[in-house]
T-cell receptor
Framework: LAKTTQPISMDSYEGQEVNITCSHN???????ITWYQQFPSQGPRFIIQ???TKVTNEVASLFIPADRKSSTLSLPRVSLSDTAVYYC??????????FGKGTRLHILP | GAVVSQHPSWVICKSGTSVKIECRSL??????MFWYRQFPKQSLMLMAT?????????EQGVEKDKFLINHASLTLSTLTVTSAHPEDSSFYIC????????????FGPGTRLTVL
């Protein structure tokens, strides 16, 4: 499984757009990029998944450059409730998930 | 989407006792479920893959005789922590793979185990 590197923590303010970048230099051809969100004392929750270019859903956007060696999760107009840990995962679909350290996002009022 | 429940949500036990944690898929027959453990301020660590009707596959370093996994039906997987010790105190989370071709895994709410 490709190793991922993402910032340990980030701070932002309510109403701002937050971009969290993840590096995955060893991504394989059949790997997908998936992001999960975890609140304290809860199980992770799926946010978005992509393979290339851009994916958007009602929660976030995922930007993937042509070389796929990195990806950026974009959260539009964050609120205090977006304070959580965000995990970037890279691997084949339907494979077991190995979590990295994640990014602890703290939204300030 | 699929919904996963866990029971109990929290449990406190004495050292040396065994604790069983249940993971249920509420609206999907899950042939594969996963068990994770998470210590405070740390990431989730995959413990094992639970396969319905067959033996679980344990990750390296996880003691299979200490963490017993049973997946006897398509909707229920259980994790039994045998002879629990304080260092086993952790947050245990299960997940299911979801339907074939699904983008996501569905995680349970977790079980907080405290061993005194």
């Amino acid at each position: 499984l490709a190793k991922t590197t993402q910032p340990i923590s980030m701070d932002s303010y309510e109403g701002q757009e937050v971009n969290i970048t993840c590096s995955h230099n060893n991504i394989a051809t059949n790997d997908y990029i998936t992001w999960y969100q975890q609140f304290p004392s809860q199980g992770p929750r799926f946010i978005i998944q992509g393979y290339k270019t851009k994916v958007t859903n009602e929660v976030a956007s995922l930007f993937i450059p042509a070389d796929r060696k990195s990806s950026t999760l974009s959260l539009p107009r964050v609120s205090l409730s977006d304070t959580a840990v965000y995990y970037c995962l890279v691997g084949p679909r339907d494979d077991k998930i190995i979590f990295g350290k994640g990014t602890r996002l703290h939204i300030l009022p | 989407g699929a919904v996963v429940s866990q029971h109990p949500s929290w449990v406190i036990c004495k050292s040396g006792t065994s604790v069983k944690i249940e993971c249920r898929s509420l609206d999907f027959q899950a042939t594969t479920m996963f068990w994770y453990r998470q210590f405070p301020k740390q990431s989730l660590m995959l413990m094992a893959t639970s396969n319905e009707g067959s033996k679980a596959t344990y990750e390296q370093g996880v003691e299979k005789d200490k963490f017993l996994i049973n997946h006897a039906s398509l909707t229920l997987s259980t994790l039994t922590v045998t002879s629990a010790h304080p260092e086993d105190s952790s947050f245990y989370i299960c997940s299911e793979r979801g339907r074939e071709g699904s983008d996501e895994q569905f995680f349970g709410p977790g079980t907080r185990l405290t061993v005194l």
